[in-house]
Structure formats: structure tokens, C-alpha cells
């Protein structure tokens, strides 16, 4: 039978953090080698994370850790694109995009879409990252996001410009500063505005 007492406070070992951390990395070497990456990529020693989140995808892939696979997914594309190695990069966000969709994980395959987005306006696709782009756009129109929306649609301005359409870009900006003047963003507003005023006085000149 339990006994209904309590047990003294002195009797308690307090928790050590580092120690239940050190603890749950021995038990999971995959998990180990994921947060290890994690360190080497914040000190910018990509090769050395790029190497730890490869044994980590390893290990996950080996315990069907589906979670875990996205996970290092993610940050090898994160390494590649530090790297720039964009073919590397699309391929391990795609692989953690699916994962993610299968697991209707929608903040998280946003996430991803932002950063493929970005890998092909390095590799210069930008219709493909404009296509990309436009479905997010709609994904926060839909959920009424408008803080969202605007943070992509200057995205969709730069990658005009990057185009060389200076109309378009001109048009979005407006859209973008339009949005921030109905929610009373009154400087905000005006440098939207004012870029788009830029671009459309740099195109007639």
C-alpha cells in the first residue's frame, strides 16, 4: 500500500537540467547528433552540422521518427543554402514539406515554402518562386492573416524587380501599403507608397 504521506523536501534531489539534457541525448543518438548540428551550425561550422544532421536523418530514418526526418530535413536544406548548394537544398525542403503536409502541419510547410521561395530566386526560377509565393499569399487571405500577406507580398515586390518588372512591383508595393493604411499603419503607409513611387518614376526615366 502508498503511503499518504508526503515525503519530506530535503529528501528530493533537485532536477539537474544538464543532466536529464545529457541523459535523453545518450538514450537518442539521433536526437544527440540533431542538437549537436544545431550548435555547430549557430557558430557557422556548416561542414561540421552538415555532417551531424546527416548522422541525425540517419538515425531517425532508422527508428521511423518521421518528425525527426523533417526536422533534420530542414536544416540540411539550411546548410546547403549557407553552402550554396540550392539542388541539395530543394531536395531536403521538399522532403520535409511532404512530410509536413501528410501531417497537416500548415505553420510548418509555410516555413518551408518561404525558404524554397528563396532557393529558386538564387537559382533565378523566379515564376516559380513568384507561383509559390502567390499560394501563400492566398493560404493567409483565406485565414485572415493580413500581417502575413503584406511580409510576402514585399517578398513578391523584390522578386519583380528582380525580374525587371517595375510596373508589377510598383502595383504590390501599393497593395502592401494600401493594407497598412487600413489598419491606420500611417508611416508604414507612406514608405510603401513612396517605393512604389520610386519604382514607377525609375521605369519612365
Known sequence: MESSELQPLSSLNAVDPEKARQEAMEKDPAKRDYLVGREEFKKGAFSAAGIAFHNALKGFEENNDEQGVANASDRLGDVCMEREEYDN????????????EKEEDSFSTLALNKKVAVVYQKQGELDKALEILFDMIEHYHLTKNPKGMVNIMVIVAEVYVEKGDQAKAADTYRTVSSIHKNFKHKRMSEDFAALADELDAASQG
Do not use: G, P
Not at 89 to 100: E, N
Open 89 to 100: 537544398a530543394l531536395t531536403h525542403f521538399k522532403r520535409a514539406y511532404d512530410i509536413c
